[in-house]
């Protein structure tokens, strides 16, 4: 009797602990509960939301308007997840030898960005999207370009993670692209494919402007 008593408390234990267990679930990744970056001219707390109950709008973009795009945007250039880009988050972008690209036209930036982000759209990348060469100019420029003549220099640009809506959206894979037309080195250069739809999914906070 004793022994089936002591069973029963070791069981009422064990599913307090699993019931507990969410509560503590709720890190970034394992061992980290949150991480700060600087968004403008402001510090932002990154962290997911607390509510294990909660939930996001689900997306149903139409096609072949807006089709998921590739695993690849483009040969050589690395795609990442999310636990990559905190990390590069964490380093490179909080110690100023990385950018996170919100790669959005700017309607769509102030809906809702990732904190870190800087918006350079893909409009501004390419001819093919409707950029001139101001546009180009400028953007390459942000990017840590050096123009020399009729070429750009990239060697001092840091690493870049550049991001849209989420794998349905084509308008980092076409930033991207334009990027590696101008000469941008392409180990320089990754690609977040889940976007803020993956971010969001995770609960974690974006900042609208």
């Given at each position: 009797m004793k022994i089936a008593v002591a069973i029963f408390y070791v069981s009422v234990l064990l599913s307090?602990?699993?019931i507990?267990?969410?509560?503590?679930?709720l890190n970034i990744t394992k061992g980290l509960r949150n991480f700060?970056?600087?968004h403008v001219d402001d510090t932002v707390k990154i962290e997911r939301n607390q509510n294990p109950d909660a939930?996001?709008?689900l997306t149903a973009p139409a096609c072949p308007e807006t089709c998921v795009q590739?695993?690849?945007a483009a040969p050589g250039v690395k795609t990442i997840g999310l636990y990559e880009l905190v990390e590069f988050m964490q380093?490179?972008?909080a110690v100023g030898a990385g950018l996170l690209i919100d790669a959005r036209t700017p309607n769509w930036h102030q809906q809702g960005t990732i904190p870190g982000s800087i918006n350079i759209p893909y409009t501004t990348l390419s001819t093919y999207s409707g950029a001139n060469e101001i546009d180009i100019a400028d953007a390459l420029e942000q990017l840590g370009g050096k123009e020399l003549g009729e070429s750009w220099d990239f060697s001092n640009s840091p690493s870049l993670v550049l991001w849209c809506n989420g794998s349905w959206c084509g308008q980092s894979p076409a930033a991207i692209r334009g990027l590696?037309?101008?000469g941008f080195p392409v180990n320089k250069i990754h690609y977040f494919r889940g976007g803020l739809e993956a971010w969001k999914r995770y609960g974690l906070n974006v900042i609208v402007l």
């Open positions: 307090l602990e699993v507990a267990e969410p509560l503590s679930s700060e970056v600087e939930t996001i709008t590739p695993i690849e380093n490179d972008l590696l037309r101008l």
